[in-house]
Every structure is written in C-alpha cells, then in structure tokens.
C-alpha cells in the first residue's frame, strides 16, 4: 500500500481523496462567484419587474374604483340621514359623493394626479354615463319603455341607505368593450349578470 501524506483511499470505490490537514471541507472560489453571480441577476429581474408593479399600482380599474364610491354614497346617506349624490368628474376621472348642498365629501380618483396631464392630453381618461334603471315591461320582462338616452342622469341620488336603480357605462379609450354595471339599490353591490 502507497502511503502520501494528506491521500486516502477508498477500497470500496477505487477513489483517491486528498484531504485538508484540518479536515474542513470549504465552497471553492468558482463556486462562490458562481453563487454570487445567480443572487445578481435573480435581483436584477426582480428589480426590473418591481417598476412594472409601482407602475401598474398608480391606476386602479374604474370599476373599482367606481364600487369604493357606491359604498361611500351608501354609507353617508345612512350615517346623514340625508340625500347624498354620486357623480362623475370626467376632466379629473374622479367619483364625487357629495351632500344636498354640494359639499363633496369624498372624491375617488382613478388616476395620480401627476399622471392626470398626460392622459388628458391623448384623451385617455374613461368616460362614464350613469343611466337610471327603467322599469321593466314587455312579454319577456326585460325591456324598458323608455329610450336610453331618457334614462341618462348626471348624478345617482342615495336617500338613507338606498339608491335608484341604475347601471354605471364605463368606456375606455381603446378597449373594444363598454363595461356596463348594475347596482343593487339595497346593498350598492353590482349585481351579477346572468349568462
């Protein structure tokens, strides 16, 4: 048997192991600029990716932004007991809920207002109409004998706790679609569409 210093050997497999003195076993320095390098680039996607996410958190979908305000045209009708008004301010794309006197008492903006300028100036603010609910008639129940354009009111009046029925249109600059919500006037919450 060829006994060196610091060699062993392992019968089992045939293998020579050259060992530490100390017996420590340690990353080489490939292996750890390896490492470090992988960390780098894991962070750099992440930093890439985190302006996308402050980005996309400066606007909220109209939508939302439109049911926050029912909620509050709800609760300050309830809480006053007194008429309070849900409106639209397309030059701002803000919902105003405002008292009898027009007081606004609290105003729901879709935008930041630094973004505001700019998409003004290409006409990208959403265009919102709020249309009263028309009674129903008909053999299936479910037409109006009012025109739309009857039916179109410039702000949703909430009495103590309840609304006019009515339906939100909200139309986007360059989607295809009107998004069209109807809201309870009991609980404010938009009611589901049936299929």
Known sequence: MDHHPGRKE???LGLTVRSRSSG??????????????LIGVLIGL???NAGAFVEASKYEPPARVLGKAVMD???FASESKR????SYWEENATFLVSDGTGKVLANHGIFEKEDLDELREEDLLPRVIFRATGPLAGLSGGDSLHEDD????GRVPFHFGTSMPFQAEIEIEGEEEVEIIEFDPFSGYPVAKEE
Do not use: G, K, M, Q
């Open 10 to 12: 392992n019968r089992e």
């Open 24 to 37: 420590v076993r340690a990353f080489t320095l490939i292996e750890v600029l390896l490492v470090l390098a």
């Open 46 to 48: 992440v930093a890439v």
């Open 73 to 75: 045209s709800f609760y």
């Open 83 to 86: 008429t309070t008004y849900l």
């Open 150 to 153: 009857l039916l179109v009111i």
